[in-house]
């Protein structure tokens, strides 16, 4: 789980100075813009894998199920059709 969360970096990326407001957006000695990556937190690496974990093969599932559901419409079409044909000629 840990390679999901990085540290954040409170260093700027320009000069080294030591960012201790976490929320500056520059740097107060040489006035670079600090934009932090975005992180993900463990709560929601967590949430993502559970939904990977469940969610997909219940995706496969339907899909399996809808394709098998077609399969035997399109066979009852076919004979509904041959008996149709069957029947006027």
């Known amino acids: 789980m840990g390679t999901f969360i990085k540290k954040l970096e409170t260093k700027c990326p320009e000069c080294g100075t030591q960012l201790t407001d976490p929320e500056t957006k520059y740097c107060p000695e040489c006035g670079a813009p600090y ?23 219940i995706g496969v599932i339907g899909a399996l199920v809808a394709y098998y559901d077609l399969n035997k419409k399109k066979e009852a079409w076919r004979q ?5 044909a069957v029947e006027r000629g």
């Not at 509904?80 to 149709?84: G, Y």
């Open 35 to 57: 934009l932090p990556e975005p992180q993900l937190s463990r709560g929601t690496a967590i949430w993502i894998i559970l939904a990977l974990i469940f969610v997909f093969p």
């Open 80 to 84: 509904e059709r041959l008996i149709n």
